[in-house]
């Protein structure tokens, strides 16, 4: 067991922290930050409003990530969207979203320390996910600037396309880390 904090879930682990090969990268994003937005059962007008006044672009379609500057905001359910970007600029929006949420029905959760994040790359990426994680991963399906949540073995987990290299982004809660990372060594050791 580990304790929260920022300290890699994987640091006393003794499998490799990096998987490298010509066809597939994974690797463990230590500088990631996340925050949750929330604001269930209001109006979507006032979901408008409040978008207008934080100055960002939410996006209202399920599974769909919208960038805002340093950060991306993916809406994984109606009226609740996952902010990632690198630790300082997840701060840096949470501080200036923090000033106007009072005045609405709205939540902001900080996660970065609770969560964990993988990046999932090359042109065996989508070979790797799909051996552990029921998503149709199929670039007409699944392609950049689409998130979705689903379970990688028998964990749930967030999974954003992040590119089309294709670059996946995988994040699960801190205490999920080790196993989801031993899934994605196994899978991405059968794809080299």
Same mark, same amino acid.
């Not at 996006?59 to 919208?66: I, R, S």
């Not at 991306?72 to 009226?79: F, R, S």
């Not at 902010?83 to 501080?95: D, L, M, R, W, Y």
């Given at each position: 067991m580990f304790e929260l904090g920022g300290q890699s879930p994987l640091a006393n682990n003794n499998s490799p922290q990096q998987v490298s090969h010509e066809e597939i990268s994974i690797r463990e994003e230590t500088s990631l930050g996340v925050a949750k937005l929330v604001t269930r059962c209001i109006a979507p007008k006032s979901i408008d409003a409040f978008a207008r006044?934080?100055? #960002?672009?939410?996006? +209202? *379609?399920?599974?769909?990530?919208? +960038? @805002? =500057?340093?950060?991306? #905001? @993916?809406?994984?359910?109606? =009226? %609740?969207?996952? #902010?990632? =970007?690198? *630790?300082?600029?997840? %701060?840096?929006? %949470?501080?200036d979203l923090s000033l106007i949420i009072e005045s609405f029905t709205a939540l902001l959760l900080p996660l970065t320390y609770a969560r964990s994040s993988f990046v999932i790359s090359g042109k065996g990426a989508r070979q790797v996910l799909s051996a552990v994680c029921p998503l149709d991963l199929h670039p007409t399906v699944f392609s950049t600037e689409m998130c979705a949540r689903s379970l990688l073995g028998d964990v749930g987990v967030f999974i954003q396309q992040v590119n089309d290299q294709p670059e996946f982004r995988v994040i699960i809660e801190q205490p999920d880390a080790s196993y989801v990372w031993r899934l994605l060594y196994d899978a991405g050791e059968a794809v080299i």
């Open positions: 006044k934080a100055n #960002i672009t939410l996006p +209202h *379609k399920t599974n769909v990530v919208a +960038h @805002a =500057g340093a950060v991306d #905001i @993916a809406c994984v359910a109606p =009226g %609740e969207w996952l #902010i990632i =970007g690198a *630790k300082k600029s997840v %701060e840096n929006f %949470e501080a």
